[in-house]
């Protein structure tokens, strides 16, 4: 197995076998793990936070921010996972989430080659680029911590889910963002709810 499911590459290490001390699992039992996001929706995070704060301030008892959200989609996400969702279905809704959040433009170029020692010709060659780099910075990252056995669970997901992706390549911080990305577009579509506020709540006290 050499192909990585996130930054971390955890699964290909721990396939590796190669064995860990006790000290060293222990201190590396959390990872930091970076989350790319378009700013607005990121702001758009924010504001929901702030919102939880203004309308429950007497239930917020300690330090929130956008961080702790997003940690609590992807693990809300991988406990749907363990109560049984089938592998294909799973699939499906995240190649239709990485055409919507993360679409790859392809850029056709002509290249004059050689045919021959005497006949040039155009060659029409097709590049995919993910991103233009002049929106780069319309872009937040966020570095989040989880323990290592949470990330690795979303890559042990991702491998199990490759028969079914149709050679579409998703990352754990993809994954992650795909997440948050549908949580804040519903948000945006029907507002902040009280129940759904309500909701968010009680799983981030419950943590």
């Known amino acids: ?6 930054g971390l590459d955890i699964l ?30 990121y702001l758009r995070g924010q504001v929901f936070i702030q919102d939880l704060k203004d309308n429950y301030p007497e239930a917020i008892t ?14 809300d996400f991988l406990n749907q996972i363990k109560r049984g969702v089938k592998n294909e279905d799973v699939a499906i809704y995240l190649k239709q989430s990485m055409e919507k959040y993360f679409p790859v433009k392809v850029i056709e170029k002509r290249v004059f080659k050689q045919v021959n020692h005497h006949l040039f010709q155009y060659e029409e060659m097709a590049e995919m680029d993910d991103e233009d780099e002049e ?3 319309k872009f937040a ?6 323990s290592e056995k949470v990330i690795l669970r979303g890559e042990i997901l991702l491998y199990d889910l490759t028969p079914f992706l149709d050679n579409t390549t998703i990352t754990v911080e993809q994954l992650i963002s795909i997440i ?6 519903r948000v945006q579509e029907h507002g902040n709810s009280v129940t759904v506020q309500q909701t968010i709540l009680k799983k981030l006290q419950s943590k």
């Open 141 to 146: 990252y966020i570095e989040i911590r989880y």
């Open 135 to 137: 929106n780069e910075e």
């Open 1 to 6: 197995m050499r192909k990585s499911f996130s």
């Open 62 to 75: 300690s330090y929130i921010d956008i961080g702790h959200l997003i940690e609590l989609l992807y693990k």
């Open 180 to 185: 948050y990305l549908d949580f804040i577009k």
């Open 12 to 41: 290909n290490g721990r396939m590796t076998g190669a064995y860990k001390g006790f000290f060293q699992s222990f201190f590396s039992s959390k990872k930091y793990i970076s989350i790319k996001l378009p700013y607005y929706d």
